[in-house]
Nanobody
């Protein structure tokens, strides 16, 4: 069973930064595409960013492009989301997820395993 544990969320003022981390169990971490999603109150879960197994390829939602950066450290079985220039509309629970396939997909059902989420709150 794969376990994903997020950390690094918190309360930050608009314009500030946070770095989320996701620790993954398992010995084949580098084989899988990893993604970050978020769910704001009253809204559906939405794609934020994804990264290939090697870390070479990335994909971002338009709403975060240029502000967020996804990265990974396969030696540590970890994936990160650096969030800069945060806005109140970035407030959400952020989830780490492992892709079940080979594409940098933006859809929820393409991801097989999920963490419990970490709350990010951006005040204005």
């Amino acid at each position: 069973q794969v376990q994903l544990v997020e950390s690094g969320g918190g309360l930050v003022q608009a314009g500030g930064s946070l770095r989320l981390s996701c620790a993954a169990s398992g010995r084949t971490f580098s084989m899988y595409i990893m993604g970050w999603f978020r769910r704001a109150p009253g809204k559906e879960r939405e794609f934020v960013a994804a990264i290939s197994g090697s870390g070479i390829s990335t994909r971002y939602a338009e709403s975060v492009k240029g502000r967020f950066t996804i990265s990974r450290d396969n030696a540590k079985n970890a994936v990160y989301l650096q969030m800069n220039s945060l806005k109140p509309e970035d407030t959400a629970v952020y989830y780490c997820a492992r892709n079940r396939g080979t594409l940098l997909s933006t859809v929820v059902h393409a991801y097989e395993y999920w963490g419990q989420g970490t709350q990010v709150t951006v005040s204005s």
